[in-house]
């Protein structure tokens, strides 16, 4: 079964602070796709990154970056000198892939809302 | 080239009444998802298409759901007899079906029964 976790429910921050949010995740596939979901307040999901489970490279992108660990399962998200605009709910999702190479159903993990005060 | 449309945006409706909703995907994919979010959870997978043909549904879709993409561009999804657990989020995604990996998302319908 897929399952992805991500234990960190909420968290509250300055501005400019860095902030890394959490995400574990359970498959017996292979070959996989992991991603990053950005929503805010208007409710819209917002792609923000994917990685590939043989890709392990990090990577950085402006005030973005992410580090993914196969040993540990793990896919962290650092938004680093934060901003006000961040405030939303991040999702950490996974998928496998079909024939073809495309991404099949995405599993959510539960989010974690992220609030950057002034 | 415009995003994902969703419609309607918001939809009250009554135990037991049925409601339809619409997606329109950007118009090249021909993968299209519909997923269910409830308040504090992330969405859940509910089924998708390639083109015309309904791949996948998950177990959340009781019987009184049913979707369809008759000619492999917008989808509906409608639920009969509505009750108050289906109040949710119904969210649309849409992905190419070869070498695709990012699906893009709706606004969504927000479905209150009351």
């Known amino acids: 079964a897929q399952k992805v976790t991500q234990a960190q429910t909420e968290i509250s921050v300055v501005e400019k602070e860095d902030v890394t949010l959490d995400c574990v995740y359970e498959?017996?596939?292979?070959?996989?796709?992991l991603f990053w979901y950005k929503q805010p307040p208007s409710g819209e999901l917002v792609f923000l990154i994917r990685?590939?489970?043989?890709?392990?490279q990090n990577e950085i992108s402006g005030r973005y970056s992410w580090n993914f660990q196969k040993s540990t399962s793990s896919f962290n998200f650092t938004i680093t000198a934060s901003q006000v605009v961040d405030s939303a709910v991040y999702f950490c999702a996974l998928s496998g892939l079909n024939y073809g190479g495309a991404t099949n159903k995405l599993i959510f993990g539960t989010g974690t809302l992220l609030a950057v005060q002034p | 080239d415009t995003g994902v449309s969703q419609n309607p945006r918001h939809k009250i409706t009554k135990r037991g009444q049925n409601v339809t909703f619409r997606c329109d995907p950007i118009?090249?994919?021909?993968?299209l998802y519909w997923y269910r979010q409830t308040l504090g959870q992330g969405p859940e997978f509910l089924t998708y298409?390639?083109?015309?043909?309904?791949?996948?549904k998950s177990r959340l879709l009781s019987d009184r759901f049913s979707a369809e993409r008759p000619k492999g561009s917008f989808s509906t999804l409608e639920i009969q007899r509505t009750e108050q657990g289906d109040s949710a989020m119904y969210l649309c995604?849409?992905?190419?079906?070869?070498?695709?990996?990012?699906?893009?998302f709706g606004p969504g319908t927000r479905l209150t029964v009351t």
């Open positions: 118009s090249e994919h021909n993968r």
């Open positions: 298409f390639q083109n015309e043909a309904q791949l996948e």
């Open positions: 498959t017996r596939d292979t070959t996989y796709y």
């Open positions: 990685r590939n489970s043989f890709d392990e």
């Open positions: 995604a849409s992905s190419l079906a070869i070498n695709s990996y990012e699906q893009y």
